[in-house]
């Protein structure tokens, strides 16, 4: 686990691989919407075509909710992306690196230039040019990401492919297997590598997490609200941690950093 990209006012250009945008692809992105709403207090306006529709808090925009086609036989998950500074030759370094890019690269509006690739390990990430809207302040706040995690059976085995593709340096590892990339000169993502313990049917994937005022009280609001608890809340050495998966499965991780005040329980 790393702290999350810190930025002030306007969004300037990110460093390579810093995330600087996270969405959520989701059966009923209605439900998506009135979930994440009750949980992190998230505000909704619908996109050019009404769908995908932007969240945002307190006048920052947060993440985007898209829905899935009825067909697509896919699960609710969400997405990090990390930031480029020219998306056609991250897509060939991807390639060239052994991962896959699915979607891009393509032009997305104010989005920029955006591609969605998986790295050899098959965890499903997106990447994009500077994101033209305000970026949430340093320190990050309650409801707003905190940090993303790839969650992998091999950290090691991904840490060069992450390398060769956003030119990050390696942290020495925290925990076996654990390892922490920077960029830019700090800490932006962080990979954990799993071994057996990988749920088999769910495979590599990249878990955001979003701050919040108290942890226990926000899982026990996922609960009341038709989500599950994957892994209990527990004290690390970045705060207050539980993993979660919304009502339709998508999965995220919750925080409550260290000197965060825990909200009163009603």
Known sequence: MTEAPE????RAPH??????????MTR???AAEEFYGALF????????LG??????????????IGQLPPDAGLSAAWTPYLASDDVDLTAERVRLSGGTVAVGPLDAGDNGRVAIAADPSG????????WTHPAP?????PGLPAWNELRTASAVRVTTFYARVFDYEAEPPSAPDHITLRSGGRPVVALRGMGQALPRALGAHWLP?????????????VLESGGRLLEPAHDTPYGRVATVADPQGARFGVVRKIGTVPRPRG
């Open 7 to 10: 930025s002030a006012g306007p």
């Open 15 to 24: 460093a390579p691989g810093t995330p600087c945008w996270v969405s959520l």
């Open 28 to 30: 009923s992105a209605d």
């Open 41 to 48: 207090g998230w505000e909704f306006r619908p996109g050019p």
């Open 51 to 64: 769908r995908p529709v932007r969240a945002s808090l307190g006048g920052l925009e947060v993440a985007v």
């Open 123 to 130: 965890a499903v990430f997106g990447f994009c040019t500077a």
């Open 137 to 141: 302040p340093r320190g990050g706040g």
């Open 209 to 221: 997490h979003f701050e919040v005022t108290d942890t226990d009280a926000t899982v026990q609001q």
